[in-house]
């Protein structure tokens, strides 16, 4: 074995944690002629099919005529590589070319050893490293690369463990300086500038529109004081700057923004996605700017310009609620990690959660006149082995510090209990077809969706749509036609018999459990008070929600945990129903968004218990129910429509086109 074979297998937590924390401060089978009829009183549900056949062909459309049609596509745009710092050090070696060979249903090498492959390709990739130090410390480990004659190459490579942790050690240190500041010795344009075009030239590589799509992107990485204020940013083209804008540059996130302007005024149309608000201690969605003020029209403005979706769940936690936010949604404990990254401490809950900042956001725009919390939700996985491991029974872990199962029972430098990771979760985008401009517009629009892993495909619509569906829901076109899709805004405008019919629909995974149950979430602003509630609207099994609890009975869906098997003739392959909101008022500002569940399978802990014959650990649930989540729509009085489209380029009201033209920033 080599020397540097040797480093990269004895590289100790002792060795690398210092190090690393500046950087991570670190269906069932019956018969879809079964119909049931739904209560109209009090909830005042539809009547919907919630029997569907397993075998129907109209889950998904076949043809697609024209952009009415759209499609449910599945990707992922957060993933890391060797070209992460926080990944090298750890031992990975995977490539950025590996996580597009992954993504598109190749096996590839995993630090432990072994080869991993997902059970089906993604349609969509970005390989997103960090931006600082991207590809440097590679650089630095090849002995006739140019920075092998510089002090940090030469550590590096003498073979001595305590030099080349005296030098990784200083390179990520650089990151936690407030702002952080690059070593310009290693950091040169003529290093930088040949790694970020080789991100480029891969993306164009691994680009076959209509079956795969790549898109470029990276992480600006700033974590000042532990607080999380990482952002992805994914180009639409491959005509993108000359260099990435990193938290070296700047480490307001306003600056950034401020980048991606020009950066669209050039020609190189761009958006950003926020991550991991659960460990930002409050700070993703504070009320205030990065200078402490409170936040202004302008601000509103420049963040959904530029920062129209949200990633609510990953590997490091999902983040659309809390249980102490909301105490009443009996799904709120769904894999939250609260401590910060660094396993230093626990960080604030208030400003870290998307749905309190839905909630904010009402509140400023009934204020103040503005919203800078109009996000669609995305969910990614945020592996850091060129890999995308949302498969409960299929999990690699995050890093190299949890790459085997016996490493996941325990803690690392990251976080203390590296079984609080959730094997979560993917994006969802409805487009009209597989190809970079179409799903970056959907993107925009916020035609999206998150899925805790499996895919499930889940939609939204507001309109005037029949009060009888069944579970395979609406033809494509018919919903576009009559009614406003998820992530936009609509008004008093758009009420059918005084109130706003939603239309909402859900597919189980071919591969995966069945439903359980399809909800509505809403939040809204009265007099000044902001409140939430949970409403399940359709129920699997041919039950129905009860009229006053607006919960659906217990289908009795169980797991068998000596051997994770489940009961397959439980649940459903699809929900659909068209809902009226028994609480509803024209006068108040309101946001819904969808989520569904399935039954109750094996966590992924669970799996690698049984796999070793290990007990099961108590600290994290032995069951999981896998879930996806719509991106909302938001409804405001007629009377603030005009303030609501003058402020948000990316919330298009009520365009009957899912294609709607890019408005001018």
Request: charged share 20%; glycine share 6%.
């Amino acid at each position: 074995m080599t020397i540097r074979n040797k480093l990269r297998n004895t590289v100790t937590l002792a060795v690398i944690a210092g190090s690393v924390c500046a950087l991570s401060s670190c269906d069932n089978n019956t018969s879809d002629e079964s119909q049931m009829t739904l209560p109209t009183q009090k909830s005042e549900l539809t009547t919907a099919d919630t029997k569907a056949n397993p075998q129907s062909t109209d889950s998904y459309p076949t043809t697609n005529i024209d952009h009415y049609a759209t499609l449910p596509f599945f990707g992922e745009l957060h993933v890391h590589s060797s070209n992460s710092p926080d990944a090298y050090i750890t031992g990975v070696r995977s490539s950025p070319e590996d996580a597009y060979r992954y993504a598109k249903g190749q096996s590839i090498n995993h630090i432990s050893g072994i080869k991993i492959s997902n059970r089906s390709p993604l349609d969509f990739m970005a390989v997103t490293d960090h931006a600082e130090y991207m590809g440097i410390l590679p650089a630095l480990s090849n002995p006739t690369g140019p920075l092998a004659n510089t002090w940090y190459g030469k550590e590096i490579l003498s073979g001595d463990p305590v030099r080349y942790q005296k030098a990784t050690q200083k390179i990520l240190f650089s990151l936690s300086g407030t702002p952080p500041k690059a070593i310009a010795e290693i950091t040169a344009e003529s290093i930088t500038s040949p790694i970020w075009q080789g991100y480029v030239e891969l993306a164009e590589k691994y680009n076959e529109p209509g079956v795969f799509t790549t898109f470029v992107g990276y992480e600006w990485t700033l974590i000042p004081n532990s607080q999380n204020l990482h952002r992805n940013i994914i180009f639409k083209g491959t005509d993108v700057p000359a260099l990435p804008f990193s938290a070296f540059d700047s480490d307001k996130p306003e600056a950034l923004w401020q980048w991606m302007e020009q950066a669209r005024a050039n020609g190189s149309d761009v958006l950003a996605i926020p991550h991991n608000s659960n460990v930002s201690d409050g700070t993703m969605f504070a009320l205030n700017d990065s200078w402490g003020n409170p936040i202004s029209e302008q601000y509103a403005k420049l963040r959904m310009r530029n920062e129209p979706l949200v990633e609510m769940s990953q590997i490091k936690g999902t983040s659309e609620t809390h249980p102490s936010l909301s105490p009443n949604d009996e799904w709120a404990d769904f894999e939250i990690l609260q401590e910060l990254l660094g396993g230093q401490r626990i960080g604030k809950i208030s400003g870290s959660y998307v749905r309190e900042a839905y909630l904010n956001g009402l509140a400023l725009q009934q204020e103040k006149g503005f919203n800078p919390f109009q996000f669609g939700m995305l969910a990614a996985s945020d592996s850091h082995n060129a890999s995308v491991p949302v498969e409960e029974d299929n999990y690699t872990g995050k890093l190299g510090v949890d790459a085997t199962a016996e490493s996941r029972r325990g803690g690392s430098f990251i976080n203390s209990q590296s079984s609080l990771y959730g094997a979560s979760g993917l994006a969802g985008v409805w487009a009209h077809e597989n190809s970079r401009s179409a799903l970056f517009e959907a993107m925009q629009r916020k035609e999206v969706f998150a899925t805790s892993g499996p895919k499930m495909a889940i939609r939204l619509f507001a309109g005037n749509y029949p009060k009888t569906i069944k579970a395979t829901g609406l033809p494509s076109q018919e919903l576009y036609l009559k009614g406003v899709a998820m992530g936009n805004v609509v008004n008093s405008e758009h009420l059918v018999e005084n109130n706003l019919p939603l239309y909402v629909w859900a597919l189980k995974d071919k591969d995966g459990h069945n439903l359980q149950r399809l909800q509505i979430v809403k939040g809204w602003y009265d007099k000044g008070e902001l409140k939430e509630a949970v409403f399940d609207v359709a129920c699997s099994d041919g039950l129905s929600p009860n009229p006053n609890t607006h919960r659906c009975p217990n289908n009795n869906a169980g797991v068998d945990l000596t051997n994770c098997s489940v009961e397959k003739n439980k649940g459903n392959t699809q929900l659909a129903t068209v809902w009226r909101d028994p609480s509803f008022n024209k006068d108040q500002a309101i946001f819904y968004y969808a989520r569904v569940l399935e039954n109750p399978s094996c966590r992924w802990t669970t799996w690698d218990a049984l796999r070793n014959d290990w007990p099961l650990l108590d600290n994290v649930p032995a069951t999981i129910q896998e879930r996806a989540w719509s991106s909302p729509l938001w409804y405001h009085p007629l009377s603030q429509q005009e303030d609501l489209t003058k402020n948000h380029r990316t919330a298009n009201t009520v365009t009957k086109n899912p294609h709607p033209p890019s408005l001018t920033p």
